[in-house]
């Protein structure tokens, strides 16, 4: 059956057990992926997947359900059981849809260009070559009789979705992913096993590195970990590379949440339009880059999706609200998650802001860790590289960097030019003038 048509028909059957209010989405999967190792084909899977899921209002009683048995007979027995289920809830009156006229798509299919036009013709044999050729450009690496182990992942995807609402809501969505990646692991005097991975995902195959790009990546990360150590604890400048700039950045993810703020856990409650961070710093929720990895025409609530500022030259704009807490907090609702979040960048290279700094520390790489939403604490293991006038002087492990997100925020100096666009998380590297450090 066309995904439309199963998903109207849900929603009328639904309606006719009595279901006030519904919501359904399908979908349907294809993904392969390759892994080898050591010359040979270790690991080949292949899926494909196909899912229903239903919002229900029943006698203003919320609920949710999924399942992945499409038959009629067993659809028919599923939303009997949904809507008993529901009835036997405590009343959300706040969880009705929002008004179509709030519902649509922002952007289209064609401008968000999330479909690569050659999957559906892409053979077997295209993977594993990919797969090969990431093997050969490990086995052309210089220092490659220094490798213990090296691993390559090559894998792509399909996804197709449709969602009608009661409210008069309906729309498709479509895209594919493809990713390549290589993982390696050094050994060292003393039997520490310095590891590194880099792994690269995009909608459309072209976008992807070159195979040799991606395999000296990945020996470059492990290489500087060899010999690695603590310092001394202290405060040091930062500069925290475009990859990994989303571990601290996102300690706001939370806070910014409205169901942080009804539940009183955001130190961000009561802060829009002060500032918050150094004016050097925007962040911007852009739902429509064409290829975005976050791009998308609409939200989790059907809402139109478009561009949000979050934090503008340092000042608090916006929070993530959706239809349930704007109703819960007498608020206007702006979106419930965020799409691709965007970091103004700056002038300079990293190369040349760390020329000019007598001493910094550069991050890597994190290694747990943990933050508080309610006070914006936080404290991650880092791995990186301490750095002199723009030359590595030591390779830093075993230490951990801590502050509060705002305050760290406030020590930013400027963005880097290197804006990272590999992920939803689209920002420059980071240059902090002050952080603490616990090491030796």
């Known amino acids: 059956m066309n995904l439309f048509d199963l998903a109207r028909q849900t929603v009328e059957q639904a309606r006719r057990l009595g279901a006030e209010e519904a919501s359904v989405s399908v979908s349907r999967s294809a993904e392969l992926s390759l892994m080898r190792r050591a010359g040979k084909l270790e690991q080949a ?26 038959r009629p007979e067993a659809l028919r027995e599923f939303l009997e059981r949904a809507v008993a289920a529901t009835r036997v ?23 968000l260009d999330c479909v690569d036009a050659g999957y559906a013709d892409l053979p077997v044999e295209a993977r594993r070559e990919a797969a090969l050729a990431l093997e050969a450009a490990v086995d052309a690496l210089p220092d490659r009789g220094r490798i ?3 691993t390559m992942h090559v894998g792509d995807s399909s996804d197709q979705s449709v969602r009608v609402m009661s409210n008069g809501f309906e729309g498709a969505r479509a895209s594919t992913g493809f990713g390549a990646g290589v993982e390696i ?3 060292e005097p003393g039997g520490r ?27 470059d990360r492990a290489a500087e970990r060899l010999g690695s150590h603590a310092i001394a604890s202290g405060r040091y400048p930062m500069l925290l590379q475009r990859q990994v700039a989303g571990r601290i950045l996102g300690v706001l993810g939370g806070p910014l949440s409205g169901s942080e703020l009804h539940q009183q856990r955001s130190f961000l409650a009561g802060r829009l339009g002060t500032q918050i961070a150094n004016a050097a710093f925007s962040l911007t929720d852009v739902p429509d880059i064409p290829r975005g990895l976050g791009s998308r025409p609409w939200d989790g609530d059907a809402l139109v999706a478009r561009t949000m500022p979050v934090i503008e030259a340092g000042v608090l704009r916006n929070y ?4 349930y807490y704007g109703r819960k907090l007498g608020m206007a609702p702006t979106t419930g998650g965020r799409s691709n979040w965007v970091v103004k960048p700056g002038a300079r290279t990293p190369e040349q802001i ?10 890597t790489g994190f290694l747990g860790g943990n933050s508080n939403g309610l006070t914006g604490d936080f404290s991650f293991g880092v791995q990186g590289l301490l750095v002199e006038h723009g030359e ?32 939803s998380l689209r920002t420059p590297s980071l240059f902090f003038d002050a952080m603490q450090f616990s090491g030796s």
């Open 185 to 187: 692991t050094l050994e």
């Open 89 to 111: 809830l405590e009343p959300e009156v706040e969880r009705r849809q929002p008004p179509a006229e709030l519902c649509g798509r922002g952007v289209s299919e064609a401008t």
């Open 193 to 219: 096993r310095p590891e590194a991975m880099s792994w690269y995902s995009a909608h459309h195959r072209g976008d992807l590195p070159a195979s040799g790009f991606i395999a000296k990546e990945a020996w």
């Open 148 to 150: 213990l182990s090296a």
């Open 320 to 323: 993530y609200i959706n239809t």
């Open 45 to 70: 899977t292949q899926a494909t997947s196909r899912g229903l899921s239903v919002s229900l209002l029943v006698d203003d009683r919320f609920s949710a359900h999924s399942t992945s048995d499409l």
């Open 354 to 363: 760390l020329r000019d700094i007598p001493r910094c520390i550069v991050v």
């Open 392 to 423: 590595v002087v030591e390779h830093l492990s075993e230490m951990n960097v801590s502050g509060s997100i705002e305050e760290v925020l406030g020590h930013l100096v400027e963005p880097a030019s290197d804006v990272y666009t590999w992920s």
